[in-house]
């Protein structure tokens, strides 16, 4: 019984050519003329036609086929493999390809070129977001690296000693720390400010949710919001335990909500967040009147990196911290 050996018969090669239909992978036999002599699997941002007769110029960019034009030249004279990587222009975008460029040989000639083409474009598409989420985790970084300096440059000016100032900026690190570790987990998005307030409060209450009770609406903070609001509350819950609301065992403090139409502010857009901040203050909160960092942050820093407007009143018996940020900081979902 004759039995062919697959690899000495014709049917191998159709066999290898019928597997290219389950891949990325294109490829094209042109004469030394680089007339398309034929083509299997190719991609239809090349051609849904017959290739038969055409040349690169005629389904390709004119740009990437003067480039492969070159190439193929290249090979016909020297016999030595090409490679490059070209793009085509493709329903929401462009595709990509590596592609291979070989002479095919028969007795020393060279007869012509096989060109293999490799769909790369997932990968591109994933290098490109890399690159874009790199980019935009260098920036976040160097705006967080700008809060870090401002805050310990307040922190100093306004630090009596060594072990004020570290106490003071490890408190402020912390509470940086607590609302980045909720924008990080939100994707980079921001964080609600519900959230926002139950993370910077409970580091100082074993109760923040009757410590501080929040009405009104519960935006969602863009970053940069989210970060400079969560150090006020940072700000306003120290100076509380310390000195007011939060410092009795039954303190409260009341956080209001609310977002403004714009004829109620005087800031641009249609709309703003107020945020208000109200306690009482006992008999011994005298302290807490004395304009320290605390109060620099709240009324100047805060406010200046949200480009909001804020003010800070201490009464004999009553602190109210109110803060307006303007419609770009955040959203209602």
């Known amino acids: 019984m004759n039995v062919h050996h697959p690899e000495s018969s014709v049917e191998l090669g159709r066999s290898l050519l019928r597997a290219l239909n389950n891949t990325g992978i294109s490829v094209v036999y042109q004469d030394p003329e680089l007339r398309v002599l034929w083509a299997r699997n190719v991609p239809p941002s090349w051609s849904t036609g017959d290739l038969f007769g055409a040349t690169d110029d005629q389904f390709l960019p004119a740009s990437e086929a003067q480039r492969l034009i070159g190439a193929k030249k290249a090979v ?18 462009a595709n990509w390809f590596n592609i291979w460029i070989d002479a095919d040989r028969n ?18 598409r994933r290098e490109q977001t890399l690159r874009t989420l790199l980019r935009e985790v260098s920036h976040r970084s160097k705006n967080l690296l700008a809060i870090i300096q401002s805050v310990a440059t307040q922190t100093g000016r306004y630090s009596g000693t060594i072990d004020g100032f570290l106490t003071r900026f490890r408190g402020r690190l912390q509470s940086l720390a607590s609302s980045q570790d909720l924008v990080t987990s939100s994707n980079w998005r921001g964080a609600d400010l519900h959230e926002l307030v139950a993370g910077q409060v409970s580091r100082y209450t074993a109760d923040p949710q009757n410590s501080v009770r929040i009405k009104g609406a519960n935006p969602f903070l863009n970053p940069n919001a989210a970060l400079h609001i969560g ?17 009795r065992p039954d303190g409260q403090v009341t956080l209001t909500a609310r977002i403004v139409p714009a004829d109620e502010n005087d800031l641009p857009g249609d709309r703003a967040l107020s945020l208000i901040w109200n306690e009482d203050i006992p008999p011994n909160g005298g302290n807490l009147r004395n304009k320290r960092f605390g109060s620099v942050a709240l009324e100047r820093v805060v406010p200046a990196s949200l480009d909001g407007m804020a003010s800070l009143k201490v009464g004999p018996e009553v602190l109210e911290y109110s803060l307006l940020v303007p419609e770009g900081s955040f959203e209602i979902e």
């Open 107 to 124: 007795d020393g000639r060279v007869g012509g070129v096989v060109t293999t083409a490799v769909d790369i474009t997932e990968q591109k």
């Open 76 to 93: 016909l004279e020297s016999g030595h493999p090409q490679s490059l990587e070209i793009s085509v222009p493709a329903d929401g975008g």
């Open 231 to 247: 150090l006020a509350l940072h700000e306003l819950a120290v100076n509380s335990v310390s000195y007011g609301a939060l410092s």
